[in-house]
């Protein structure tokens, strides 16, 4: 099976149910790896497929960027150093992180330069929950939308996402033969 160089992932809403510069108040500890609590016992974990996610990824040779408008990058890193994935935390699993206010575009373009491969737009897919991010597909990434904040990303949006993406890749080689 054919996957994408990189997959992009957006935090809040897409690998955990909160805005972390909104609804989490330092300081943050570990209730166990995969439980962290805030200031007034707040409890944040990731959403439940987000481990085997990561794993499938990894296991395929796809680099993980995540990419954050949060105007809370130390809260966010804090959370990804302290909630493990895969018995490891999670930090420890991203190939690259992105901030910034600006557009995803922008993002997803400033995680490329970092790998010393060249790597295609059309290469990549961002997972997020907010349909203005959509621009991506503008300038040739493929776009996931998580729909519900309830159930966050998970294995359906994946697999939906990557079956997506290898049919439009098979056209794009096939044009390019
Ligand atoms: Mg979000």
């Known amino acids: 099976m054919e ?3 990189v997959v992009v992932f957006d935090l809040d809403y897409t ?8 609804h989490i108040s330092p300081p943050l500890r570990s209730k166990s790896t995969d439980v962290v609590v ?4 707040y409890e944040l974990s990731f959403y439940k497929d987000v481990g085997d996610i990561f794993q499938d990824l990894q296991a395929n040779g796809v680099l993980i960027v995540s990419a954050s408008r949060t105007c809370a990058p130390a809260v966010a890193k804090k959370l990804l150093k302290l909630l ?21 575009k922008k993002h997803i373009a400033r995680a490329l330069e970092q790998f010393e491969e060249d790597i295609k737009f059309e290469d990549v897919i961002l997972f997020d929950d907010e ?19 309830k159930v966050g990303l998970n294995k359906i949006i994946y697999e939906r996402a990557l079956g997506e993406w290898r049919k439009k890749n098979k056209k794009r080689t096939k044009k390019s033969n």
């Open 131 to 149: 349909v203005r991010n959509k621009d991506v597909e503008s300038i040739g990434c493929l776009f996931a939308h998580i729909s519900n904040e």
């Open 3 to 5: 996957y994408p160089k």
């Open 84 to 104: 493990h994935l895969n018995g490891e935390p999670a930090i420890n699993h991203l190939d690259h992180m992105e901030w910034g206010t600006h557009s995803k």
């Open 38 to 41: 805030d200031k007034y016992g």
């Open 15 to 22: 690998l955990w149910p909160c805005w972390c510069d909104t």
